[in-house]
């Protein structure tokens, strides 16, 4: 990958290794065997699995994960002397929304920038295809645009932009390419989630070799 510039770059702090780092912890705090970080008092949680919102509870959290959802009455157990307390003030408590298919640099904003946007009306996660960029820019903008997106607060899942060039006819073509190497050593890199839409359908209907090469790369 080093021809790509990706030595170095360090998984999402949010992935799934962190939690099951944390687990061991997490099942303590919920005990009452270790205090929490942070309790977050009197909100209103939505319960989107029971379709029911539940009133005046606790939210109890550690190292950036929620550990109990407990009644306030009975948050006493989890606070120590370190513990941040913030009193939610009867605001509801709902899961963040998950975006599933969006391209961020159609908005002309920097992920970092979207990343506000999208934090402030309540959307928490993103699955991303940067294949705009990779269509105007290439690589190099490519993993530019990744590398800044991985390391926001929202959970951007990147994906390997399948279409570059977007389509395999004559006239369309942008300047840049991302062929089946190019796609599986970014797939390989551990830096993207998966392999974003494919566009050219037509390619696909055509059995085009390069086209399912890609396909194939997904296979388990
Ligand atoms: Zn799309």
């Excluded at 939210?59 to 009975?74: C, E, K, M, N, T």
């Excluded at 606070?79 to 009193?87: C, K, L, Q, R």
């Excluded at 369309?172 to 970014?186: F, H």
Aim: negative net charge.
């Amino acid at each position: 990958m080093d021809k790509h510039g990706l030595k170095g770059l360090v998984f999402p702090r949010w992935a799934i290794g962190k939690f099951l780092e944390t687990l061991p912890q997490l099942i303590e705090v919920a005990g009452g065997l270790r205090k929490a970080d942070l309790v977050v008092r009197n909100v209103n949680l939505v319960d989107v699995a029971g379709g029911r919102v539940v009133e005046n509870v606790s939210i109890v959290a550690y190292s950036g994960f929620i550990a109990a959802l407990v009644s306030a009455s009975d948050d006493e157990v989890y606070i120590g002397p370190s513990t941040m307390v913030i009193n939610g003030g009867g605001s509801y408590a709902a899961p963040g929304f998950i975006d599933a298919h969006v391209h961020v640099e159609t908005s002309f904003l920097r992920p970092s920038e979207f990343s506000k946007l999208a934090l402030m009306h309540g959307t928490t996660m993103i699955v991303t295809d940067p294949h705009d960029i990779a269509n105007a820019g290439g690589l190099k903008h490519l993993l530019a645009f990744t590398e800044e997106a991985i390391r926001q607060p929202l959970k951007v899942l990147v994906q390997v932009p399948s279409c570059v060039p977007p389509t395999r006819s004559e006239v369309d073509n942008p300047g840049y390419t991302l062929s089946v190497k190019d796609v599986e050593e970014l797939l390989d890199s551990g830096l993207f989630h998966s392999l974003g839409e494919f566009m050219d359908y037509a390619s696909v209907v055509n059995r085009d070799s390069e086209t399912l090469g890609k396909i194939n790369l997904l296979k388990p």
